[in-house]
């Protein structure tokens, strides 16, 4: 809705006008949740996590996200190198094959919708390390419950930390999201709020229960107020520091509820479901590969236009979305069943 508002300009100026939580944060906490449900089995079954099986969890998180990137990064350079997208092909470099474009800086103007993964494949290489550390370091201390819990803790407040470092920096809201929003260091807390809702529903079952609906009342209610009660100020402290844990752990408060959903056989939930599937696909190509070529090339001069052309950006990024994962994402990512069978990593 956001990368495709554009198109409706002539018909439905600032569309989407209606402040909403960010989709990315959702996709955190999330992705956090899942992750580290996966982390917290294998945590258990193996009596600790050794790098063997840090390896093969990093190689069924590969085969699920680099094929799919790399093709489209390369569709990237090629779109804006022949001038069929918007962009500076100077500001592509070697960081964007190793996710190191926004590692500790920012950048602008080449695939930009790239910053929130950079910062989900860093979660994937630090968290399992840290895992290995923090167990090694405290197994006979503590127990492992609460050493996951340290190294949740750890990477919620290490951002916060850096976060507040730079936070001296004078910034528009333009350079607000570039160098706070959407640099790695900065960020990974978003995804831990995932991974400690992940440790309550594995270590208090029965509580994950109870706190569903509670929680998801609170959160929306606490989203709700973050967003239209008070005034997000790119200028000020609280803007680049407590904000990002405040909505990430609100977002996070949705999970349990959202967790106990487990069917969906409507028509309607049929296409959820489908766009589920492909959301991945349809993350890396709508922007720049379908919004970017409109906006360059097919721009709407008329209201009418502006609506026929927001349906042909949405049946065209969910079609091509479906054949990318159907004949490649799909595909490449079942590949990783044949290598990694034996380790019963999910």
Same mark, same amino acid.
């Given at each position: 809705?956001?990368?495709?508002?554009?198109?409706?300009?002539?018909?439905?100026?600032?569309?989407?006008?209606?402040?909403?939580?960010?989709?990315? !944060?959702?996709?955190?906490?999330?992705?956090?949740?899942?992750?580290? %449900?996966?982390?917290?089995?294998?945590?258990?079954?193996?009596?600790?996590?050794?790098?063997?099986?840090?390896? &093969?969890?990093?190689?069924?998180?590969?085969?699920?996200?680099?094929?799919?990137?790399?093709?489209?990064? =390369?569709?990237?350079?090629?779109?804006?190198?022949?001038?069929?997208?918007?962009?500076?092909?100077?500001?592509?470099?070697?960081?964007?094959?190793?996710?190191? $474009?926004?590692?500790?800086?920012?950048? #602008?103007?080449?695939?930009?919708?790239?910053?929130?993964?950079?910062?989900? !494949?860093?979660?994937?290489?630090?968290?399992?390390?840290?895992?290995?550390?923090?167990?090694?370091?405290?197994?006979?201390? #503590? &127990?492992?419950?609460?050493?996951?819990?340290?190294? =949740?803790?750890?990477?919620?407040?290490?951002?916060?930390?850096?976060?507040?470092?730079? &936070?001296? !920096? $004078?910034?528009?809201?333009?350079?607000?999201?570039?160098?706070?929003?959407?640099?790695?260091? @900065?960020?990974?807390?978003?995804?831990?709020?995932?991974?400690?809702?992940?440790?309550?529903?594995?270590?208090?079952?029965?509580?994950?229960?109870?706190?569903?609906?509670?929680?998801?009342?609170?959160?929306?209610?606490?989203?709700?107020?973050?967003?239209?009660?008070?005034?997000?100020?790119?200028?000020?402290?609280?803007?680049?520091?407590?904000?990002?844990?405040?909505?990430?752990?609100? @977002?996070?408060?949705?999970?349990?509820? @959202?967790?106990?959903?487990?069917?969906?056989? #409507?028509?309607?939930?049929?296409?959820?479901?489908?766009?589920?599937?492909?959301?991945?696909?349809?993350?890396?190509?709508?922007?720049?590969?379908? @919004? $970017?070529?409109?906006?360059?090339?097919?721009?709407? $001069?008329?209201?009418?236009?502006?609506?026929?052309?927001?349906?042909?950006?949405?049946? #065209?990024?969910?079609?091509?979305?479906?054949?990318?994962?159907?004949?490649?994402?799909?595909?490449?990512?079942?590949?990783?069943?044949?290598? %990694?069978?034996?380790?019963?990593? &999910?």
């Amino acid at each position: 809705m956001g990368h495709g508002g554009f198109i409706l300009d002539k018909s439905i100026p600032g569309f989407p006008y209606i402040p909403l939580i960010d989709g990315v !944060e959702l996709f955190f906490v999330l992705s956090g949740f899942l992750i580290g %449900t996966i982390l917290l089995k294998i945590y258990k079954k193996n009596d600790g996590i050794d790098f063997k099986e840090v390896f &093969s969890f990093w190689k069924r998180r590969w085969f699920r996200t680099i094929p799919n990137y790399y093709l489209v990064l =390369i569709l990237n350079i090629l779109f804006v190198s022949t001038g069929i997208i918007g962009g500076k092909i100077e500001n592509f470099n070697w960081k964007f094959f190793v996710f190191l $474009q926004n590692f500790n800086t920012y950048f #602008t103007d080449f695939f930009w919708e790239s910053w929130s993964l950079t910062i989900e !494949e860093w979660f994937y290489i630090f968290t399992p390390i840290a895992i290995v550390v923090f167990h090694k370091s405290l197994v006979k201390v #503590t &127990s492992k419950k609460n050493i996951i819990l340290l190294v =949740i803790g750890t990477f919620v407040l290490l951002p916060l930390l850096y976060r507040y470092s730079i &936070s001296d !920096e $004078q910034v528009d809201p333009f350079w607000f999201d570039v160098k706070f929003r959407k640099v790695v260091l @900065a960020r990974l807390d978003a995804i831990m709020f995932g991974v400690f809702f992940a440790w309550i529903k594995y270590y208090y079952p029965l509580l994950w229960k109870k706190i569903a609906i509670p929680f998801f009342i609170i959160g929306l209610i606490l989203i709700f107020s973050l967003l239209h009660f008070i005034k997000l100020d790119p200028i000020g402290f609280y803007a680049k520091t407590i904000y990002f844990s405040l909505i990430g752990f609100s @977002a996070a408060m949705l999970l349990p509820y @959202a967790d106990s959903v487990k069917t969906f056989r #409507t028509a309607f939930g049929k296409v959820i479901t489908h766009i589920s599937l492909i959301s991945y696909s349809m993350y890396l190509i709508n922007l720049a590969l379908v @919004a $970017q070529v409109i906006l360059v090339h097919f721009l709407p $001069q008329t209201e009418m236009e502006s609506y026929i052309m927001y349906v042909i950006y949405w049946v #065209t990024v969910i079609v091509a979305s479906t054949f990318l994962y159907k004949y490649f994402e799909k595909p490449i990512t079942d590949l990783r069943e044949f290598s %990694t069978s034996k380790t019963g990593i &999910s």
